[in-house]
């Protein structure tokens, strides 16, 4: 397992309190408030990917890519 990278980074005091109100609410470090602000931004970009390329006119004029992609994002609690 690699080991952890540090950073050093700085936040307007909105944000801030933002962040220690939000580790005392869940109960979770400071680091695991950012982990889950990073993971559900990576989620919200690859949803929005895969919602391009489900319009992509291209992409969807192969039939062997018929995959559903558009069906099964509509489907989904991802925003």
Do not use: C, N
């Not at 962040?19 to 609410?25: A, M, N």
């Not at 970009?45 to 391009?52: H, K, N, S, V, W």
């Not at 992509?56 to 489907?75: K, R, V």
């Amino acid at each position: 397992m690699k080991a952890h990278v540090r950073y050093t980074i700085s936040l307007d005091p909105t944000l801030a309190q933002y962040v220690e109100e939000t580790r005392s609410r869940l109960g979770i470090t400071r680091s695991e408030v950012f982990v889950l602000a990073l993971k559900r931004l990576r989620e919200l970009e690859l949803a929005q990917g895969y919602r391009t390329l489900a319009q992509d006119t291209d992409f969807l004029q192969d039939p062997l890519l018929d995959s559903g992609l558009e069906e099964t994002l509509a489907e989904t609690a991802w925003g």
